[in-house]
């Protein structure tokens, strides 16, 4: 009997742990605030795929005489520039700056393929496009991946639903991409 309430505490202790991170973490999302004042600082507009509305989002920075280039990383590997830009007709016109990169599958090969771009392009300030349950552990790899100090990294978060399964997921995602990034020391 002992130990079942002792068992029971520590899944208790467990559930209300879990419950004050992923509220915290909704208070965090939902207060994050993109920061207007910085759009003039940029010269390109990274997209990360993987929900919707993130390339609408990024293309919204695509008529700023600053932004050369908007590099969107993790495109369907079917799709081109014409594919993108006929669903998104009003930026035809943009054709020239938009950088479709078809090889990364997740976050940790985005910043090492937007890493590649940004040395070629010799881009110096870039903006990243990515969902607000996404933004810290993309400022985590990106910041790894580029080492501190060497870039200019802002971010801008998009509108999305957050859940409890979204945060787990990214949670997870996070630790996995940690360890790996801890481990085998990618740049």
Known sequence: MKK???????????????????SIK???????????????????????????????EAFKFIHL?????????????NSSRQD????YSFYKKYFNKVIIEHFSKNTIENALEVKK??????????LIVTSCTHIMRAKFIF???????????YYWKTKEKITLLKLFKEELKY???????TVYHLQ
């Open 143 to 153: 910041n790894k991946i580029f080492g501190y100090n060497k870039k200019n990294i």
């Open 84 to 87: 993108i830009l006929l669903r």
């Open 117 to 126: 771009i940004v040395k070629r392009k010799k881009i110096k300030n870039f």
């Open 65 to 77: 005489s600053n932004i050369n280039y908007v590099i969107i990383s993790g495109a369907n590997p």
């Open 4 to 22: 079942l309430k002792i068992f029971l505490l520590v899944i208790t202790f467990f559930i209300f742990t879990l419950f004050m991170v992923f």
């Open 26 to 56: 909704i208070y965090q999302c939902k207060n994050l605030k993109n920061n207007n004042t910085l759009l003039h600082k940029i010269d390109a507009v990274v997209v990360l795929t993987g929900y919707r509305g993130r390339i609408e």
């Open 175 to 181: 630790l996995f991409d940690f360890y790996i990034l």
